[in-house]
């Protein structure tokens, strides 16, 4: 009896049936395509080369970015085919379609509560267990929840010493100043005619502009409001829809923007990253955090 294989590509079939050949010599991880690890290392360097057109946001594959752009063009091609919710995501309709079936196969041995997702129930668990993965790298604070790492960071960051004397931009190390500075002397820079700000890209200097004009392109079709980044009208209109497509892993709460989903998230996990330098009381959101502060003026 003969077997043929299935892979018609000889190079990847004998790749795929030695060893991996390769190896990060970072954290050990290996694959089998060198593309694979370039992509890889992008998580190590920090390295975002996949820059968004439309905002600031940069990221490590250009899959991630694929999915980002939606935010902006609306495009949601995951429909669920029990009710018309249309969505951006595979993974945010795969857990819309447990709303129909209310399975909640995931279970807390400790407190008996049921989740949807396996992710939401390793993340509660923690309360029970204590546990902190999420280790800051400025001082010796551990969290349960990346997003309560991130905000406690920006504390950190509020300090920072090393400035770009061209921008607003600041960092805690010096070689990373350096190295932004040579984004400043790159040809066909765009410079503000406002103030002294640069821009690599003409898009970003548009932008720019308009906290200058005050101009705002982007008007609400179902108010007058209007708004100088399409962004923030495709958040806006959620208001007028109804639609919530931020869903809480944890709960049955849905929010229509990103940063309310974050700050709620910091309900679950009992974190206030957010701390008064002066006293030491802490909060969930950092605009608790400045009201607390005039208390001290």
Not at 2 to 15: A, D, G, Q, R, S
Not at 195 to 213: A, G, V
Request: proline letters at 2%.
């Amino acid at each position: 009896m003969t077997f043929v294989c299935e892979t018609n590509n000889l190079k990847l079939h004998i790749t795929d049936t030695t060893e991996t050949q390769y190896k990060c010599n970072i954290c050990a991880q290996t694959y089998l395509r060198k593309w694979d690890l370039k992509r890889h290392l992008n998580i190590h360097t920090g390295d975002k080369p996949f820059k968004c057109s439309q905002c600031d946001r940069a990221f490590f594959e250009n899959k991630l970015l694929k999915i980002h752009m939606r935010m902006h063009t609306g495009e949601k091609p995951y429909q669920c085919n029990q009710c018309e919710k249309t969505f951006s995501q595979k993974n945010n309709l795969n857990s819309h379609m447990k709303t129909h079936t209310g399975e909640k196969p995931f279970r807390c041995s400790e407190c008996d509560k049921n989740f949807t997702r396996n992710t939401a129930l390793i993340i509660h668990q923690r309360i029970h267990t204590g546990e902190k993965p999420y280790q800051c790298s400025y001082c010796d604070k551990g969290f349960a929840h990346n997003i309560s790492l991130k905000a406690h960071i920006r504390i950190h960051l509020d300090q920072i010493s090393y400035k770009c004397r061209q921008c607003d931009k600041a960092f805690t190390v010096k070689t990373k100043l350096l190295k932004h500075y040579k984004s400043h002397t790159k040809e066909n820079l765009y410079q503000c005619s406002h103030c002294d700000k640069t821009f690599s890209q003409n898009n970003s200097l548009t932008r720019h502009l308009r906290t200058h004009t005050g101009e705002k392109p982007y008007q609400c079709n179902h108010c007058e409001k209007t708004f100088s980044r399409k962004y923030h009208l495709h958040s806006h209109l959620k208001t007028h829809t109804g639609e919530k497509p931020y869903q809480c892993s944890q709960c049955d709460h849905a929010f229509s923007d990103n940063k309310y989903l974050k700050c709620h998230l910091m309900k679950h996990s009992g974190e206030n990253p957010f701390q008064c330098i002066q006293c030491g009381k802490a909060y969930a959101m950092k605009a608790s955090l400045v009201r607390h502060q005039k208390t001290h003026t």
